[in-house]
Protein backbone atom coordinates (compact mmCIF):
# COMPACT_ATOMS: atom_id res chain seq x y z
CA UNK A 1 0.00 0.00 0.00
CA UNK A 2 1.02 3.09 -0.95
CA UNK A 3 0.70 5.83 1.72
CA UNK A 4 -1.58 8.65 0.91
CA UNK A 5 -2.84 7.02 -2.30
CA UNK A 6 -6.80 7.48 -1.32
CA UNK A 7 -9.59 5.81 -3.42
CA UNK A 8 -12.80 6.43 -3.31
CA UNK A 9 -14.97 4.33 -5.65
CA UNK A 10 -18.00 5.59 -6.50
CA UNK A 11 -17.79 9.29 -5.95
CA UNK A 12 -19.88 10.52 -8.82
CA UNK A 13 -23.18 9.06 -9.73
CA UNK A 14 -24.15 7.94 -13.23
CA UNK A 15 -25.83 10.42 -13.90
CA UNK A 16 -22.97 13.15 -12.69
CA UNK A 17 -20.71 11.07 -14.71
CA UNK A 18 -22.41 11.82 -17.88
CA UNK A 19 -22.97 15.15 -17.29
CA UNK A 20 -19.11 15.74 -16.62
CA UNK A 21 -17.83 13.31 -19.54
CA UNK A 22 -20.50 15.81 -21.80
CA UNK A 23 -19.10 19.03 -20.39
CA UNK A 24 -15.65 17.72 -21.19
CA UNK A 25 -16.40 16.89 -24.80
CA UNK A 26 -18.41 20.38 -25.20
CA UNK A 27 -15.21 21.80 -23.95
CA UNK A 28 -13.11 19.88 -26.02
CA UNK A 29 -15.10 21.02 -29.35
CA UNK A 30 -13.10 24.63 -28.77
CA UNK A 31 -10.03 22.72 -27.45
CA UNK A 32 -9.38 19.78 -29.03
CA UNK A 33 -7.76 16.60 -27.90
CA UNK A 34 -4.46 16.80 -29.38
CA UNK A 35 -1.99 14.65 -29.14
CA UNK A 36 1.62 15.34 -27.30
CA UNK A 37 4.66 14.80 -28.42
CA UNK A 38 7.62 13.67 -25.61
CA UNK A 39 10.58 15.89 -25.85
CA UNK A 40 12.53 12.51 -27.03
CA UNK A 41 9.75 12.61 -30.58
CA UNK A 42 7.34 10.29 -29.57
CA UNK A 43 3.98 11.01 -29.78
CA UNK A 44 1.67 10.17 -26.54
CA UNK A 45 -0.68 7.32 -27.23
CA UNK A 46 -3.17 9.37 -24.78
CA UNK A 47 -5.01 12.81 -26.34
CA UNK A 48 -4.66 15.56 -24.43
CA UNK A 49 -6.68 18.93 -23.54
CA UNK A 50 -6.95 20.87 -20.29
CA UNK A 51 -9.61 23.31 -18.47
CA UNK A 52 -8.77 26.22 -15.81
CA UNK A 53 -6.54 28.76 -15.88
CA UNK A 54 -3.87 26.35 -16.78
CA UNK A 55 -2.88 23.22 -18.19
CA UNK A 56 -0.08 20.55 -18.95
CA UNK A 57 1.92 20.29 -22.05
CA UNK A 58 4.27 18.51 -23.76
CA UNK A 59 6.58 18.94 -26.56
CA UNK A 60 9.96 18.81 -28.11
CA UNK A 61 10.62 21.43 -25.92
CA UNK A 62 9.77 19.65 -22.48
CA UNK A 63 6.88 19.97 -20.35
CA UNK A 64 5.65 22.79 -18.76
CA UNK A 65 1.70 24.09 -17.59
CA UNK A 66 0.60 27.09 -19.63
CA UNK A 67 -2.71 29.20 -20.63
CA UNK A 68 -3.37 28.44 -23.56
CA UNK A 69 -4.11 25.34 -26.03
CA UNK A 70 -0.82 24.66 -28.23
CA UNK A 71 -3.02 24.31 -31.49
CA UNK A 72 -5.56 26.73 -31.42
CA UNK A 73 -3.47 29.36 -29.46
CA UNK A 74 -6.70 29.98 -27.12
CA UNK A 75 -7.50 30.08 -22.95
CA UNK A 76 -8.40 26.28 -21.79
CA UNK A 77 -12.16 26.17 -21.07
CA UNK A 78 -13.30 27.06 -17.80
CA UNK A 79 -13.14 24.32 -15.05
CA UNK A 80 -16.00 22.37 -14.92
CA UNK A 81 -17.99 23.21 -11.18
CA UNK A 82 -18.66 19.61 -10.80
CA UNK A 83 -14.65 18.92 -10.37
CA UNK A 84 -13.98 22.14 -8.13
CA UNK A 85 -16.71 20.27 -6.00
CA UNK A 86 -15.10 16.96 -5.56
CA UNK A 87 -12.02 19.18 -4.55
CA UNK A 88 -13.85 21.18 -2.15
CA UNK A 89 -15.25 17.47 -0.93
CA UNK A 90 -11.89 15.41 -1.25
CA UNK A 91 -9.54 17.67 -0.48
CA UNK A 92 -10.94 20.70 1.56
CA UNK A 93 -7.41 21.92 3.46
CA UNK A 94 -5.47 22.68 0.26
CA UNK A 95 -6.13 26.13 -2.28
CA UNK A 96 -8.30 25.48 -5.07
CA UNK A 97 -6.39 23.60 -7.95
CA UNK A 98 -5.06 26.05 -11.13
CA UNK A 99 -5.10 23.34 -13.69
CA UNK A 100 -6.98 20.20 -14.92
CA UNK A 101 -5.07 17.92 -17.30
CA UNK A 102 -8.03 15.83 -19.45
CA UNK A 103 -6.66 12.19 -20.90
CA UNK A 104 -8.65 10.88 -23.46
CA UNK A 105 -7.76 6.83 -23.56
CA UNK A 106 -9.14 5.07 -27.05
CA UNK A 107 -7.88 1.97 -28.47
CA UNK A 108 -4.86 1.01 -27.29
CA UNK A 109 -3.88 4.07 -25.54
CA UNK A 110 -2.35 3.74 -22.10
CA UNK A 111 0.60 5.82 -20.10
CA UNK A 112 3.78 4.47 -18.93
CA UNK A 113 5.01 5.19 -15.01
CA UNK A 114 5.81 8.81 -14.19
CA UNK A 115 5.68 11.38 -11.45
CA UNK A 116 3.58 14.45 -11.12
CA UNK A 117 6.61 16.66 -11.16
CA UNK A 118 5.67 20.15 -13.09
CA UNK A 119 3.71 21.58 -10.42
CA UNK A 120 5.14 24.21 -7.92
CA UNK A 121 3.14 23.38 -5.36
CA UNK A 122 3.62 19.13 -4.44
CA UNK A 123 1.65 20.01 -0.57
CA UNK A 124 -1.33 20.00 -2.64
CA UNK A 125 -2.45 16.37 -3.72
CA UNK A 126 -3.41 15.65 -7.23
CA UNK A 127 -7.27 14.55 -7.83
CA UNK A 128 -8.36 12.42 -10.29
CA UNK A 129 -11.45 11.67 -11.62
CA UNK A 130 -11.99 8.79 -13.70
CA UNK A 131 -15.34 8.21 -16.15
CA UNK A 132 -16.15 5.23 -19.06
CA UNK A 133 -13.93 2.46 -19.63
CA UNK A 134 -12.29 1.02 -16.82
CA UNK A 135 -8.38 1.76 -16.09
CA UNK A 136 -5.98 -1.02 -15.15
CA UNK A 137 -3.99 1.85 -13.00
CA UNK A 138 -0.62 0.99 -11.71
CA UNK A 139 1.03 2.98 -8.70
CA UNK A 140 4.54 2.73 -7.29
CA UNK A 141 6.83 4.22 -4.58
CA UNK A 142 8.61 7.47 -4.82
CA UNK A 143 11.81 5.80 -6.44
CA UNK A 144 11.51 4.21 -9.99
CA UNK A 145 11.71 -0.05 -10.23
CA UNK A 146 9.99 -0.14 -6.61
CA UNK A 147 7.23 -2.30 -5.59
CA UNK A 148 4.23 -1.43 -7.53
CA UNK A 149 0.18 -2.50 -7.00
CA UNK A 150 -2.30 -2.59 -9.78
CA UNK A 151 -5.64 -0.71 -8.72
CA UNK A 152 -8.48 -0.80 -10.97
CA UNK A 153 -10.38 2.74 -11.50
CA UNK A 154 -14.41 2.90 -12.79
CA UNK A 155 -16.40 5.21 -13.91
CA UNK A 156 -17.17 7.58 -11.34
CA UNK A 157 -13.97 6.75 -8.72
CA UNK A 158 -12.00 9.63 -7.75
CA UNK A 159 -8.13 8.74 -6.37
CA UNK A 160 -6.27 11.13 -4.70
CA UNK A 161 -2.33 11.03 -4.64
CA UNK A 162 -1.52 13.20 -1.20
CA UNK A 163 1.47 13.04 1.00
CA UNK A 164 4.04 10.39 0.21
CA UNK A 165 1.89 9.00 -2.67
CA UNK A 166 1.80 12.99 -4.40
CA UNK A 167 5.84 11.58 -5.82
CA UNK A 168 4.66 8.61 -6.37
CA UNK A 169 5.61 6.76 -9.83
CA UNK A 170 1.82 5.89 -11.28
CA UNK A 171 0.35 5.01 -14.69
CA UNK A 172 -2.19 3.03 -16.37
CA UNK A 173 -1.20 -0.25 -17.92
CA UNK A 174 -4.40 -0.41 -19.92
CA UNK A 175 -7.86 0.55 -20.46
CA UNK A 176 -10.60 -2.45 -20.25
CA UNK A 177 -12.58 -1.59 -23.78
CA UNK A 178 -16.10 -1.90 -23.58
CA UNK A 179 -16.74 -1.74 -19.88
CA UNK A 180 -18.62 1.67 -19.30
CA UNK A 181 -21.41 3.31 -21.62
CA UNK A 182 -20.29 6.80 -19.78
CA UNK A 183 -17.83 8.33 -22.26
CA UNK A 184 -19.82 9.36 -25.71
CA UNK A 185 -18.05 7.46 -28.58
CA UNK A 186 -16.37 4.77 -26.16
CA UNK A 187 -13.17 5.38 -24.19
CA UNK A 188 -12.03 6.57 -20.77
CA UNK A 189 -11.94 10.23 -19.90
CA UNK A 190 -9.25 10.76 -17.19
CA UNK A 191 -9.08 14.43 -15.25
CA UNK A 192 -7.03 15.22 -12.79
CA UNK A 193 -7.29 18.83 -11.01
CA UNK A 194 -3.86 20.20 -9.84
CA UNK A 195 -2.10 23.04 -8.29
CA UNK A 196 0.83 23.85 -10.45
CA UNK A 197 1.61 27.49 -9.58
C1 LIG B 1 -2.09 10.89 -15.25
O1 LIG B 1 -1.23 10.37 -14.56
O2 LIG B 1 -1.98 12.05 -15.70
C2 LIG B 1 -3.34 10.17 -15.63
C3 LIG B 1 -3.64 8.96 -14.85
C4 LIG B 1 -4.92 8.35 -15.31
O3 LIG B 1 -5.28 8.48 -16.49
O4 LIG B 1 -5.61 7.72 -14.49
FE1 LIG C 1 0.27 11.57 -13.65
Given at each position: ????????????????????????????????????????????????????????????????????????????????????????????????????????????????????????????????????????????????????????????????????????????????????????????LNLTLRRAR
Open positions: MTDGFELHPGALTRAEQEALAAEVLAGAEHAPFWRPVVPGGKAMSVRMTGFGPLSWVSDLHGYRYQPLHPQTGRPWPPMPQILLDLWRRFAPHAQQPDACLANLYRGEARMGLHQDKDEIDFSAPVLSVSLGDTAVFRIGQTTRGGPTRSVRLASGDVCLLTGPARMAFHGVDRVIAGSSTVVPGGGR
